[in-house]
């Protein structure tokens, strides 16, 4: 992916991140809450089998599509 839709699509994480904070259901393993950002980052890449990161470019509106739809549905 281009350092350009990088950039992009971690500005999306962080809206999404800010969005889902304190909307996450507790989960035993994060006493302390959990981190909305590391959740969309790690739900990509279990979609996706591979980082954000190092998705191609054609793979950049399948992924905000991903986050919008996380954002929706939050688990």
Not at 18 to 46: C, F, M, Q, T, V
């Amino acid at each position: 992916m281009t350092p350009e839709n990088k950039k992009r699509l971690w500005t999306e994480i962080l809206k999404a991140g800010d969005y889902l904070k304190d909307k996450l259901p507790s989960h035993p393993n994060h006493p302390k809450g959990r981190n909305p950002y590391a959740h969309i980052a790690l739900e990509i890449k279990n979609k996706f089998n591979k980082s954000y990161k190092d998705l191609s470019d054609n793979k950049f509106d399948m992924v905000i599509n991903f986050i919008n739809y996380i954002k929706k549905n939050p688990n």
